[in-house]
């Protein structure tokens, strides 16, 4: 009996433990589509590291405390780092981050804000009491913004919305690539087996090779 409400102590006690944390889900890209390996997620409560995870690919998911506020940074050498402001238990607490390439040298550590990517995340619903919010995370009703202020967030998300445009037509053309790369080493294939005749061959691959200088003169227009 004794050792019966021990084990049934123990689940109970688990049971509200786990009910104390809520998940943080990411999934995560380069922008040219590189591997994630060596990348280092960082969650900070009141500006000291709470949890930090070296990830190896691009699913990741983080066990916070509820009750608490987050900023969660995603920094991998060679690419901009991104952190996620004003994380919480009641936030949608599932992003996908795309990391953008800089050649810029990044400190070690935390770098400044203004060296990062900065997104916040929706406290319309948020009901954590105000003294648990970081401190460094300033929260403004929309109506409180001057004009100017509104009209500068309008030019931030038109530029987020024209780079999310660019990735698509790039993703694209990417893959049209792709396909001519395959194009090209079928006729190859083709000519050594006697499949097709070696002049028309020839036509089809100067035809293809032109095309992947115009797709890969596009990618180049498009780089940001």
Avoid at 164 to 191: G, S, Y
């Amino acid at each position: 009996m004794i050792r019966t409400l021990f084990i049934l102590f123990i689940t109970l006690f688990t049971s509200f433990a786990q009910a104390d944390d809520f998940k943080f889900k990411l999934q995560l890209e380069t922008v040219d589509h590189m591997s994630m390996d060596g990348a280092i997620v960082t969650a900070l409560e009141r500006g000291k590291t709470f949890i930090t995870e070296k990830v190896k690919d691009s699913d990741v998911k983080l066990e916070l405390e509820s009750g608490r506020v987050y900023e969660i940074w995603i920094q991998k050498v060679g690419y901009v780092p991104h952190v996620i402001h004003n994380v919480h238990d009641e936030g949608d607490n599932k992003h996908k981050v795309t990391l953008i390439k800089s050649e810029a040298k990044y400190p070690g550590g935390i770098p400044p804000y203004h060296m990062a990517n900065r997104v916040f995340e929706d406290v319309d619903k948020m009901t954590i009491s105000a003294e648990m919010i970081n401190d460094h995370v300033l929260l403004v009703k929309e109506e409180d913004l001057t004009s100017d202020e509104v009209k500068a967030l309008e030019r931030i998300q038109a530029v987020g919305d024209e780079q999310e445009k660019a990735q698509k037509k790039i993703d694209k053309l990417n893959e049209d690539l792709q396909k001519t790369d395959e194009d090209l080493a079928k006729v190859t294939e083709e000519i050594a087996k006697g499949q097709i005749a070696r002049e028309d061959g020839e036509k089809q691959i100067e035809k293809t090779k032109k095309d992947q200088e115009k797709i890969k003169k596009e990618l180049k227009d498009l780089a940001y």
